[in-house]
């Protein structure tokens, strides 16, 4: 079960992606749609306008999502080399301040030769306790990166899977229609349908409503930054 779980993953990560994608390419389709209308028959808008919301909708998303990892990714990259430029600093003034306090006390002086004494006896052991543990540490990181490889390939496989989703959301709507009239009858499957557009309507306003609450305290943290002259706004 576990490794039928792991092969279908890839599908699951499309089919998650196609519904969350899907509010935002229905407005594109029927934006499209009465555009096109105008000017062509009924059956080319529909295609045209079927085929064009997919494309501006993960247009929108790509450059969502390259804007985000553009003001991020730099941020994060600055902040750790800024951080591991400012250890050798702190470390010269730790030993500084050790040095002015063993000068000025003599108990100091005297407790802190024998601590390094001390240190230098146990440095051995602490060799050969890094020495037992490093091995499974290896082998701890090796197993990270290569579930994150497979991660970022299930999710590269994942937006080609829910493109081939949203591009026949329509016809696989009315073959999954069909199949639970056939299965469960007329009575119990028009209860089924509405549940499930009730929960459908559910989780859409939910998921785009955590979106513009998000962007709206995101742009309000960002001017509240600038007013404040806060470092690293974005």
Known sequence: IRYAFNSLRPIFYGAAIAYLFKPMCNVF?????????????????????????????????????????????????SAVL??????????????????????????????????????????????????????????????????????????VVGFIVSVYLLLGRKKFGAQAKLLVKSVFGRKWSSIIFDEVKFADRMFSGYFVGSMIDSAVVGIICYIACLIMHTPYAI
Request: proline share 3%; net charge positive; glycine share 6%.
């Open 29 to 77: 389709y029927t934006r499209l749609y009465i555009f096109f209308s105008k000017k062509r028959t009924p059956a080319k808008a529909k295609k045209m306008a079927h085929y064009l919301s997919v494309i501006c909708t993960y247009l929108v998303w790509g450059i969502i999502i390259s804007v985000l990892f553009a003001l991020v990714l730099p941020r994060i990259i």
């Open 82 to 155: 800024s951080f591991g430029a400012s250890i050798p600093t702190f470390i010269s003034y730790l030993i500084s301040l050790v040095n002015k306090l063993a000068e000025e006390n003599e108990l100091i002086r005297v407790l802190l030769g024998e601590s390094l004494k001390e240190l230098g006896e146990d440095l051995t052991g602490f060799y050969d306790l890094i020495r037992q543990y490093l091995q499974p540490l290896a082998s701890g990181v090796i197993g990270v990166v290569a579930d994150s490889v497979t991660f970022l390939f299930n999710v």
